[in-house]
C-alpha cells in the first residue's frame, strides 16, 4: 500500500500547488464530480464539483503570486479501493487592500479508487477557533 499512499501524497500535493498558483483548470481534476465538500466559507457545503468551483469568485486573491498554500503536515492511510487523508494547510496571502494574513486549516480527504485512477469524493477543510471558549 506504500506505493498508494505515495500516489495519494502526489495527487494532493499537486492539488495544492494547483491552488497556489490559481490553476483553475487543474485545482480539481483529481476530484469526483459528485464531490461533497465542506469549506470554512459559507454555505460551508458543497454538493458537487461545479457548486464549489462556482464559490471561487468569493475568496480567490487579486494577486496569486503572494498566495501561500502548502501542507506542512499530511498523513495518508490507503487500502485496496479507499483511502483517506488528514493534515494541516498554511494558507495566506496579501488582500487587495495591501493587508496581509496566515492562516492554518486542517484538511480532510476520502479518496475512492475507481478504474485504476484515486478520486477524492470527500474534502473537508476547517479552522481552529484559537483563542474562543
Given at each position: 500500500m506504500e506505493h498508494e499512499e505515495q500516489a495519494i501524497q502526489n495527487i494532493l500535493q499537486e492539488w495544492a500547488t494547483c491552488t497556489r498558483l490559481s490553476m483553475d483548470d487543474?485545482?480539481?481534476?483529481?476530484?469526483?464530480?459528485?464531490?461533497?465538500?465542506?469549506?470554512?466559507?459559507p454555505p460551508l457545503k458543497y454538493e458537487g464539483?461545479?457548486?464549489?468551483?462556482?464559490?471561487?469568485?468569493?475568496?480567490?486573491?487579486?494577486?496569486?503570486?503572494?498566495?501561500?498554500?502548502?501542507?506542512?503536515?499530511?498523513s495518508i492511510k490507503a487500502r485496496e479501493h479507499i483511502a483517506y487523508a488528514f493534515g494541516i494547510i498554511r494558507c495566506g496571502g496579501v488582500l487587495e487592500n495591501g493587508q496581509s494574513f496566515e492562516n492554518l486549516v486542517r484538511a480532510t480527504f476520502a479518496l475512492e479508487k475507481t478504474d485504476n485512477r484515486w478520486q477524492v469524493v470527500h474534502q473537508h477543510m476547517s479552522m481552529p477557533l484559537v483563542g474562543q471558549g
Open positions: 487543474q485545482i480539481l481534476r483529481h476530484h469526483r464530480d459528485d464531490l461533497v465538500m465542506f469549506d470554512v466559507l464539483v461545479e457548486a464549489y468551483r462556482q464559490s471561487w469568485d468569493d475568496w480567490h486573491l487579486d494577486n496569486p503570486q503572494s498566495m501561500v498554500f502548502e501542507f506542512i503536515e499530511l
